[in-house]
């Protein structure tokens, strides 16, 4: 087959009152614009990957995996999910897929997680040995025996996404998708939600596509991550390409007590001052460790306090959109 999903200049619009104008004005006004929350976006995803969307809020991530499962028409271009168009092939798709939805629970609020899983075995008219094999090896991998008996609606969020992720599997689909899966959770559990999905694709070959907002899962549980920002990709690449060129960044805040003179260090790519006694600071960890950049303020003025930040996803965009420029100005050259 030629790729498990396609998708060639697949665009996904809406029409909006056009902003300005009070709430009544907009509402009753005529003038209506386009906003694209996917545009014009080709991409495909071979049987066996493992795949992230990343991007900031509103960037598009849920917008394309609605199209994915064709909950949502396309405005523009065309999608297929195992050779099918994923609107019109909703029902037999759900045989095939596995959806893990952060905001949204797919189980019965009011039944035991026991119950809910017979429900599901029924309505996805499971055979016995798929389901029990499935059901054992979610159970175990996720921890999930203490919840078993508790109603849905007592779960803490992190517990609820554990068995919403053994959910998602249990009728044994080739395709896995998450959409911001581990938003809620607590640490022990987000571990083993993407321990999980991570064994999924390299045990059993199941393909996986997650979008999250935070970078640091999907570098965790994919190996090749598509980065969206306003609709668009902007950068598709293995995980290992965009560890080695934008990983390992960090912001460091520190908080001192007196002024601190301009200085220079090999490897702080920026510095900011916010008043007189904030600075922040942006280093590469292969140059300088953030524990030789503190030495080196302590000697120049008393540190009140230190908060150390990942790399954020909107400075990873800003920089590559900068390259982007720079190139088009080098071509002039
Ligand atoms: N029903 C809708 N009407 C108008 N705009 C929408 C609608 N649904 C989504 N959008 C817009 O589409 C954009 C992409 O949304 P979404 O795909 O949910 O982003 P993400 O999942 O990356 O946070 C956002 O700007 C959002 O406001
Ligand atoms: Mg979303």
Request: charged share 30%; aromatic share 8%.
């Amino acid at each position: 087959m030629d790729g498990l999903i396609r998708a060639e200049g697949l665009s996904r619009s809406y029409r909006v009152p056009k902003h300005g104008g009070g709430l009544l004005k907009r509402l009753f006004s005529a003038e209506f614009e386009t906003i694209f929350a996917v545009r014009d976006i080709t991409f495909s995803i071979e049987e066996g990957e493992a795949v992230g969307f990343i991007g900031p809020g509103g960037a598009g991530k849920s917008t394309i995996i609605k199209m994915l499962l064709g909950i949502l028409t396309p405005s523009a271009g065309s999608v297929t999910v195992m050779g099918n168009d994923p609107v019109r092939n909703r029902r037999d798709n759900a045989y095939k897929i596995g959806v893990v939805f952060g905001h949204r629970s797919q189980l019965w609020w009011d039944l035991r997680v026991c119950d809910s899983f017979k429900l599901l075995k029924r309505i996805y008219k499971i055979p016995d040995g798929v389901y029990r094999e499935n059901l054992e090896y979610a159970k175990e991998f996720l921890d999930m025996g203490s919840l078993w008996d508790e109603p849905v609606r007592e779960l803490r969020p992190g517990l609820r996404m554990l068995a919403e992720t053994a959910a998602a599997i249990v009728h044994g689909p080739k395709l896995l998708i998450l959409d911001e899966p581990v938003l809620e959770t607590d640490i022990p559990a987000k571990r083993r939600i993407c321990e999980f999905t991570k064994t999924l694709n390299r045990e059993r070959g199941t393909t996986i596509i997650m979008a999250a907002q935070e970078m640091k899962v999907v570098m965790e549980v994919c190996r090749r991550v598509m980065l969206m920002d306003l609709g668009s990709i902007v950068l598709d690449s293995s995980v290992a390409a965009f560890k080695q060129r934008f990983g390992g960044k960090h912001s460091i805040r520190v908080d001192l007590d007196a002024p601190l003179p301009e200085f220079t260090l090999d490897g702080v790519l920026s510095s900011h001052r916010f008043g007189g006694l904030t600075w922040d600071f942006k280093i590469n960890q292969d140059r300088i460790t953030i524990g030789r950049l503190i030495d080196e303020i302590s000697k120049r003025a008393e540190i009140a306090r230190v908060t150390v930040e990942e790399g954020r996803i909107e400075d990873i965009i800003h920089e590559i959109y900068i390259d982007g420029l720079n190139d088009e100005l080098y071509e002039d050259d």
